[in-house]
């Protein structure tokens, strides 16, 4: 989400704001650029922890990145800019994709054909719905979290 026009900015930065409160667990997915987020992420990240709330706190968050070596650098500066924003990212399993040679893992719609990958994402949505609901419960986490 670009904020790019001041007359509409609130309105829109409130809209993602509501959806931000309304989610019980955040996926974030994102590419690769020059070894970093996005501009489009991390201005999200940026209007989401603005004014006397921050909607980021104590989100169960997992991550996903797709790059061209997978994605790990990206993933490493979310997870910096997480720390101030109090997210709870799922430390594993976490999903990085690279498009180096990719051996048929999208077809050409970019949906995911590979069923390894498949069951990566599977896993890691698994996990990030019961450590969500550990959070919640106020539960004890464990370790491989």
């Excluded at 989610?23 to 940026?46: V, Y």
């Excluded at 790990?72 to 399993?93: G, W």
């Excluded at 077809?107 to 949505?125: I, K, R």
């Amino acid at each position: 989400m670009m904020i790019s026009e001041r007359e509409s900015a609130g309105e829109q930065v409130a809209a993602f704001k509501a959806q931000l409160a309304e989610a019980d667990a955040l996926l974030i997915a994102s590419p690769e650029h020059n070894f970093s987020l996005t501009a489009s992420l991390k201005n999200a990240l940026d209007w989401g922890s603005r004014g006397p709330r921050n909607f980021w706190k104590d989100k169960p968050t997992g991550v996903c990145a797709v790059g061209g070596s997978g994605a790990i650098q990206s993933q490493m500066e979310l997870r910096k800019v997480a720390v101030f924003l109090e997210l709870r990212i799922l430390n594993r399993p976490f999903l990085s994709v690279s498009l180096r040679n990719d051996g048929g893992k999208f077809d050409s719609n970019g949906d995911v054909t590979d069923v390894g990958l498949q069951a990566e994402a599977g896993a890691m949505v698994a996990e990030l719905q019961r450590y969500t609901v550990a959070l919640r419960a106020g539960g004890a986490l464990d370790s491989k979290l």
